[in-house]
């Protein structure tokens, strides 16, 4: 068990110069335009890490270094998965380069979520990054507000965030807003959702029903189906006499992988063939596998900006060999952004007041600000499905002031 100071990872001043920050104020000059389409990148070889001896640890200067707590599935069935949430979080504290500054990863796995707090409030933590699932955040909450250590959770469930504990995780009403509001600008006024009935499905419709009204349009079809069914065809019969009855401009899928795919393929059978509906879909959509579907061509769908992804991706494969998960972006992102709290003044500052700071802050999932109610706003872009690639349609802003601008 990992309880003690020295069970955490101390950033090395020395290794600074080998790799670049990541994590600016959001007022930062914007990053070049990515190409267009945007490929989804292939798995590169396995290159060996570099080899670099360590030198010895930097002496102790008396005033204490800050203390972050990393909660992971370090064990168990999600160890793989926590593993290299790990790995994305070394790297993160190596790009920006922090002295003295030191993560106390803690297994939430072998501890408990709760537990895991309590390990690292012992080691005095002054801000704690995790953990990865909505179930373990509404463990872990309590016992880091009643220490008055603020949070950064890696989840997007938006039914755990509250005051101090912050859902750093791209949330699915974020994702369908965004690309509502540019559907809308293009001139669609009817939309229609085919959903799971689900606990995801139910807020996914809600953020849904909102966005459309927002922005002036209206609901003209809801179609729920089963999530644990394979046979799609009945939603899909309904969805497309819905059509017939009285058409819509756009259908959303908030699916992705096979289930995406399976349900695209359907439609065309029941008088929704490609170029009939504007296909809307959320970030489950950037994946390969999307590509291998002809009738999802067109469609239109939320994401964090695309060319910074695929730099930190090349970056993750090139050091550790396989292609990171989306949510290692986001533990990258935390880690670089308490890396900015603690050298915001001497000592850090890792009070609600700069954790919430309008400005935001920039990292490879986009630019971002944390609200005071927990939740992230986000500057996401909006891809368009093409053969062989995504094409860029709006990009995400690169700053809070650009996109009230």
């Known amino acids: 068990m990992m309880g003690s100071r020295q069970s955490g990872i101390r950033f090395i001043p020395a290794l600074a110069g080998l790799v670049l920050s990541s994590l600016i104020l959001a007022a930062c000059a914007p990053s070049a335009p990515p190409p267009k389409p945007v490929q989804p990148a292939p798995t ?77 409030v012992t080691a005095k933590a002054d801000i704690i990054l995790g953990p990865l699932f909505g179930a373990d955040i509404k463990l872990a909450a309590p016992p880091a507000t009643a220490a008055r250590v603020p949070m950064v959770s890696f989840s997007n469930d938006i039914s755990a965030a509250q005051p101090g504990v912050y859902l750093l995780g791209v949330t699915p009403e974020v994702q369908v807003e965004r690309v509502v509001a540019y559907a809308a600008a293009q001139g669609l006024k009817r939309f229609a959702i085919m959903v799971p009935n689900s606990g995801y499905g139910r807020a996914v419709l809600g953020a849904y029903q909102d966005s459309v009204v927002r922005h002036g349009g209206n609901i003209a079809q809801i179609t729920f189906y089963d999530p644990q069914s394979a046979d799609i065809s009945i939603p899909a019969r309904e969805t497309g006499e ?14 992705g992988g096979q289930r995406l795919r399976a349900i695209a393929a359907m439609l065309p059978a029941f008088d929704l063939p ?81 954790l919430t700071d309008p400005s935001g802050f920039a990292g490879v999932t986009g630019v971002f600000r944390l609200l005071p109610d927990g939740r992230t706003e986000r500057s996401l872009a909006v891809l368009e499905v093409v053969p062989g690639g995504f094409t860029l349609k709006d990009p995400a802003a690169s700053s809070f002031a650009a996109a009230i601008n």
């Open 274 to 354: 490609p170029g009939v509906v504007r296909l809307l879909g959320t970030a489950l959509w950037q994946d390969g596998g999307t590509l291998s579907e002809g009738a999802l061509i067109g469609g239109w769908f939320a994401a964090t900006p695309p060319d910074r992804w695929q730099n930190f991706a090349q970056r993750y494969a090139a050091l550790y060999g396989s292609q990171p998960d989306p949510r290692a972006g986001i533990v990258y992102d935390a880690v670089t952004l308490a890396v900015a709290l603690a050298q915001s003044k001497p000592g850090g500052d890792f009070s609600t007041a700069r």
């Open 242 to 255: 819905a059509y017939k009855r009285q058409p819509f401009d756009a259908l959303m899928i908030p699916e």
């Open 44 to 120: 590169p070889a396995p290159v060996p890490a570099p080899s670099v001896q360590a030198p010895a640890p930097a002496p102790e200067t008396g005033a204490p270094g800050a203390q972050v707590g990393l909660l992971l599935p370090l064990s168990g069935q999600q160890a793989g998965l926590g593993r290299a949430m790990l790995q994305a979080a070394e790297m993160g504290l190596f790009d920006v380069g922090a002295a003295d500054f030191e993560l106390l990863p803690r297994d939430t796995a072998a501890l408990s979520p709760d537990g895991a707090v309590a390990s690292a």
